[in-house]
């Protein structure tokens, strides 16, 4: 059974600060990663993907993965009240079309 | 417009009455999925599609049926419903290329009472 697992949070930061959400997975033949945000009631959108380890960039958003340790984690840095979500993190194995979705973070920004 | 849509948005039902959730999608992606999304378990996958009249069961499949005839849609059916299937269900797009991520409709939020 191929399991992601999220802190289910609720994270609370202040604005301004860095947020830093983790997610582990279980299936060493992971391949893709993705951070999907989701606002309450509201379909996941997706903000990041990354696929090799280190740390990929985008504007305030830093996805870092580890495939040795078997995590990838998403940095929000300048943390805005607008970005108060739960975050999804899914995992994609080689071959697979299917993804695994952790249960999401729950996250805070507070002004 | 890229986009996948659901109908109805919302609807309130009673147990037993058999009703159809539809999903579309315009972007020709060969993969298609129905999720349920309930407080504190995340999203589950109901009942996943890679083509035309190929489809096969997700982790929940129970009380649900799915049908692909047309690439574009997904619909799914709830023929007897119950209470236990109130949630809020998402449907899904992708391509099949391996890295594609998935595209989400707006979500239904179903009651059964």
């Known amino acids: 059974q191929k399991e992601v697992e999220q802190n289910s949070g609720p994270l609370s930061v202040p604005e301004g600060a860095i947020a830093s959400l983790n997610c582990t997975y279980s299936d060493r033949g992971s391949q893709s990663f993705f951070w999907y945000r989701q606002y309450s009631g509201k379909s996941p959108e997706l903000i990041m993907s990354i696929y090799s380890n280190g740390d990929k960039e985008d504007g305030r958003f830093t996805a870092q993965l580890n495939k040795a340790s078997q995590y990838v984690s998403l940095l929000i840095r300048d943390s805005q009240p607008s970005d108060s979500a739960t975050y999804l993190c899914a995992v994609k194995s080689g071959g697979s079309y299917i993804p695994t979705f952790g249960r999401g973070t729950s996250l805070i920004v507070h002004p | 417009e890229a986009q996948v849509t659901q109908n109805p948005r919302y609807l309130i039902t009673v147990t037993g009455k058999k009703l159809t959730v539809t999903c579309s999608q315009n972007?020709?992606?060969?993969?298609m999925s129905w999720y349920r999304q309930d407080p504190g378990l995340g999203l589950r996958q109901i009942y996943y599609s890679m083509n035309v009249e190929v489809t096969d069961k997700g982790d929940v499949p129970e009380g649900y049926k799915v049908s692909r005839k047309e690439k574009r849609n997904f619909p799914l059916i709830l023929e007897s419903p119950s209470p236990n299937q109130t949630s809020l269900y998402f449907c899904a797009s992708s391509l099949i290329t391996g890295v594609e991520t998935q595209y989400f409709g707006p979500g239904t939020r179903l009651l059964v009472l």
């Open positions: 972007m020709n992606h060969e993969y």
